[in-house]
């Protein structure tokens, strides 16, 4: 069973950065997409920033110009570098690779980032 492990969440205040980092436990071929979601408390879970098997990115607009993803698909790694934290930046955030060779995706367990005023 493939799992996703993420690191480098914790405490920044307002304006400094974090980066997130995501790692398999084995590669996993055929990745189509990889991406970062958050959850806040009592909220639906919502896409950050993805990346696709060639290199394109997404980002929501809210973060635009202050996170980026990058990915290796070779040692399904996925990172985001979040730059000017916000407050409203704070949520559990989880990265996910989508695998089109077996037909499904898997998530990582989550990390949370709290960002202080």
């Known amino acids: 069973q493939v799992e996703l492990v993420e690191s480098g969440g914790g405490l920044a205040r307002a304006g400094e950065s974090l980066r997130l980092s995501c790692a398999a436990s084995?590669?996993?071929?055929?990745?189509?997409?990889m991406a970062w979601y958050f959850q806040a408390p009592g909220g639906d879970r919502e896409l950050v920033a993805s990346i696709s098997g060639g290199g394109t990115t997404n980002y929501r607009d809210s973060v635009k110009g202050r996170f980026t993803i990058s990915g290796d698909t070779a040692k399904s790694t996925v990172s985001l570098q979040m730059d000017n934290l916000k407050v409203e930046d704070t949520s559990v955030y989880y990265c996910y690779v989508y695998s089109w060779k077996y037909g499904r995706g898997y998530w990582g367990e989550g990390t949370l980032v709290t960002v202080s005023p």
């Open positions: 084995e590669v996993i071929a055929g990745i189509h997409q």
